[in-house]
């Protein structure tokens, strides 16, 4: 077993060690993250399911990270599973912790760091630092960092049309199709930060930045989701978006999903370029709460790809420019199926420490399946009552809530009673979080009718991002200007006509054979 395991983590590029963070994290070992996709693990869904009647009625997650193993660990064939995390740190999430050393364990979220090109890394980090206002955490994403199709070889004019004159990683990276790199700033305090990068990049901001840091703080933070985008500026010779968000309004959405603006990027593959403690804990609730949402959208078996496909698509329910002909009709299917491995390395982890789903697929005897892009493993979740009904109970608070009157509506339960039931199961209290386990209301919404369920998951879905989507894309006229905003509303809608263009002809290249 441990030499599968090591295979595994070689063919993942296990040798290389996460660099250190610009503020006080300890290096990270990517050894940790994948030690829960041996062969073993894969198809160890029979014992999950017999394990005791207690354990179904206590706890659907009391390990849900990586390995609490020392990075110089010479135990190769000790598993996550083997290694007790902390019980309690879902219970009991300390939201205010601002060291890493404050973390559940040293390795925890771990998870969350995916593995790039050092070059490509490097040339996204060098655009960090052309900002002097403090950037306390800072992620990209998109197309421009994870491609969503295939590697084409990069012209000299593809190159230049876009970017005006990029570091050679980013040319190497992008290939044949040069593309904006988008990216996310997280700040202690907005109007500060704005103020400095306003004295610095004025030509960044649109008209509104004439009013002053004032005025763009209040747009970002009163309208929309929270964040204040500049698309289409030119930083290092790359053309760039970066969106600034407040690191409260962040952690927020990510533990609670209050807009699932945020939180539904990070779902996703993204490459964390400075890390904050409080954002990692955050973002693995989010995480794991996505995960739970997929398995109650999901039937008993599924694969790997309808997995991940169900929770790339959650931020997507709701947004409109999914409506609109101003996406890709395939970005879902684009986006996992060129990003397989980095899914896995986002929840395996997370899937192997929930005792309702596993890997279950003959597939995994192959040592290197884990690094596999063509390979799309079977899964199989328990469909028991008892265990759903913990999910839904762990689902996050402002969503929960939503969903819970969708369904007081629906049994018609007077309001006086279920405010009294949910008093009853109150675990937000100020001091700690009760041990949040499903009690007869979710027993009741986890029997559900499986359509009928996700039917109202969608529902809630859709309300929680519908007009924070809608609003935050109507104020990029006043943040990004009408001249940005035609730009890139007009690159969307082409993005739109091509996709349509390319599902068109795969039908008919189908219907042919």
Same mark, same amino acid.
């Given at each position: 077993?441990?030499?599968?395991?090591?295979?595994?983590?070689?063919?993942?590029?296990?040798?290389?060690?996460?660099?250190?963070?610009?503020?006080?994290?300890?290096?990270?070992?990517?050894?940790?993250?994948?030690?829960?996709?041996?062969?073993?693990?894969?198809?160890?869904?029979?014992?999950?399911?017999? @394990?005791?009647?207690?354990?179904? /009625?206590? !706890?659907?997650? &009391?390990? #849900?990270? =990586?390995?609490? %193993?020392?990075?110089?660990?010479?135990?190769?064939?000790?598993?996550?599973?083997?290694?007790?995390?902390?019980?309690?740190?879902?219970?009991?999430?300390?939201?205010?912790?601002?060291?890493?050393?404050?973390?559940?364990?040293?390795?925890?979220?771990?998870?969350?760091?995916?593995?790039?090109?050092?070059?490509?890394?490097?040339?996204?980090?060098?655009?960090?630092?052309?900002?002097?206002?403090?950037?306390?955490?800072?992620?990209?994403?998109?197309?421009?960092?994870?491609?969503?199709?295939?590697?084409?070889?990069?012209?000299?004019?593809?190159?230049?049309?876009?970017?005006?004159?990029?570091?050679?990683?980013?040319?190497?990276?992008?290939?044949?199709?040069?593309?904006?790199?988008?990216?996310?700033?997280?700040?202690?305090?907005?109007?500060?930060?704005? @103020?400095?990068?306003?004295?610095? /990049?004025? !030509?960044?901001? &649109?008209? #509104?930045? =004439?009013?002053? %840091?004032?005025?763009?703080?209040?747009?970002?933070?009163?309208?929309?989701?929270?964040?204040?985008?500049?698309?289409?500026?030119?930083?290092?010779?790359?053309?760039?978006?970066?969106?600034?968000?407040?690191?409260?309004?962040?952690?927020?959405?990510?533990?609670?999903?209050?807009?699932?603006?945020?939180?539904?990027?990070?779902?996703?593959?993204?490459?964390?370029?400075?890390?904050?403690?409080?954002?990692?804990?955050?973002?693995?609730?989010?995480?794991?709460?996505?995960?739970?949402?997929?398995?109650?959208?999901?039937?008993?078996?599924?694969?790997?790809?309808?997995?991940?496909?169900?929770?790339?698509?959650?931020?997507?329910?709701?947004?409109?420019?999914?409506?609109?002909?101003?996406?890709?009709?395939?970005?879902?299917?684009?986006?996992?199926?060129?990003?397989?491995?980095?899914?896995?390395?986002?929840?395996?982890?997370?899937?192997?420490?929930?005792?309702?789903?596993?890997?279950?697929?003959?597939?995994?005897?192959?040592?290197?399946?884990?690094?596999?892009?063509?390979?799309?493993?079977?899964?199989?979740?328990?469909?028991?009552?008892?265990?759903?009904?913990?999910?839904?109970?762990?689902?996050?608070?402002?969503?929960?809530?939503?969903?819970?009157?969708?369904?007081?509506?629906?049994?018609?339960?007077?309001?006086?009673?279920?405010?009294?039931?949910?008093?009853?199961?109150?675990?937000?209290?100020?001091?700690?979080?009760?041990?949040?386990?499903?009690?007869?209301?979710?027993?009741?919404?986890?029997?559900?009718?499986?359509?009928?369920?996700?039917?109202?998951?969608?529902?809630?879905?859709?309300?929680?991002?519908?007009?924070?989507?809608?609003?935050?894309?109507?104020?990029?006229?006043?943040?990004?200007?009408?001249?940005?905003?035609?730009?890139?509303?007009?690159?969307?809608?082409?993005?739109?006509?091509?996709?349509?263009?390319?599902?068109?002809?795969?039908?008919?290249?189908?219907?042919?054979?």
């Amino acid at each position: 077993m441990a030499t599968r395991k090591l295979s595994d983590l070689k063919a993942l590029g296990a040798a290389r060690v996460w660099p250190s963070n610009i503020y006080t994290h300890s290096r990270l070992p990517y050894q940790s993250i994948h030690r829960t996709l041996s062969t073993t693990q894969c198809t160890a869904f029979a014992s999950k399911r017999t @394990s005791s009647s207690q354990g179904e /009625h206590t !706890d659907d997650n &009391s390990n #849900l990270a =990586s390995a609490k %193993s020392s990075p110089t660990s010479s135990s190769p064939s000790t598993s996550a599973s083997d290694i007790p995390a902390p019980a309690d740190w879902e219970e009991n999430p300390n939201y205010n912790i601002e060291k890493f050393s404050e973390l559940p364990h040293s390795n925890f979220g771990v998870n969350q760091h995916m593995v790039i090109n050092d070059e490509f890394r490097e040339a996204l980090r060098q655009i960090l630092w052309q900002f002097r206002a403090p950037i306390r955490y800072a992620f990209a994403y998109g197309s421009g960092v994870f491609p969503q199709s295939k590697h084409t070889k990069a012209t000299p004019s593809s190159i230049t049309s876009i970017h005006s004159k990029p570091p050679p990683a980013i040319v190497d990276q992008q290939g044949g199709t040069s593309k904006m790199i988008d990216f996310i700033f997280g700040v202690s305090y907005s109007q500060h930060w704005h @103020s400095l990068n306003l004295n610095q /990049h004025r !030509d960044h901001y &649109s008209a #509104l930045g =004439s009013l002053g %840091s004032g005025a763009v703080t209040a747009v970002q933070e009163r309208w929309g989701a929270g964040v204040y985008f500049n698309p289409y500026v030119t930083v290092n010779g790359t053309l760039i978006k970066y969106g600034v968000v407040n690191l409260d309004t962040l952690c927020t959405d990510l533990s609670e999903w209050t807009t699932l603006y945020l939180a539904g990027r990070l779902q996703k593959p993204v490459k964390i370029l400075r890390d904050d403690a409080r954002v990692r804990l955050a973002n693995q609730v989010n995480l794991i709460s996505a995960l739970r949402t997929a398995l109650l959208l999901l039937p008993p078996e599924f694969t790997e790809q309808e997995l991940y496909g169900t929770i790339a698509n959650i931020s997507y329910l709701g947004d409109p420019r999914m409506v609109l002909p101003t996406e890709d009709p395939s970005k879902v299917a684009n986006i996992v199926g060129n990003n397989l491995p980095h899914f896995r390395r986002l929840y395996a982890p997370l899937i192997d420490n929930l005792p309702n789903v596993s890997f279950n697929d003959s597939k995994c005897s192959n040592p290197d399946w884990a690094s596999d892009p063509s390979s799309n493993i079977h899964l199989t979740q328990d469909m028991d009552p008892i265990r759903r009904g913990n999910m839904v109970r762990r689902l996050p608070k402002s969503f929960r809530s939503k969903l819970y009157f969708q369904y007081q509506k629906k049994y018609q339960i007077p309001r006086l009673e279920f405010d009294q039931m949910l008093e009853a199961s109150r675990d937000e209290d100020g001091t700690r979080i009760n041990r949040r386990e499903g009690g007869g209301f979710e027993r009741r919404i986890a029997r559900e009718p499986a359509e009928d369920l996700r039917s109202e998951l969608r529902s809630v879905i859709k309300s929680t991002i519908g007009w924070p989507s809608t609003s935050q894309s109507l104020k990029g006229p006043f943040t990004a200007g009408l001249s940005r905003t035609w730009r890139y509303m007009s690159e969307k809608m082409a993005k739109h006509s091509e996709g349509k263009r390319k599902a068109a002809e795969a039908a008919k290249e189908k219907k042919q054979e």
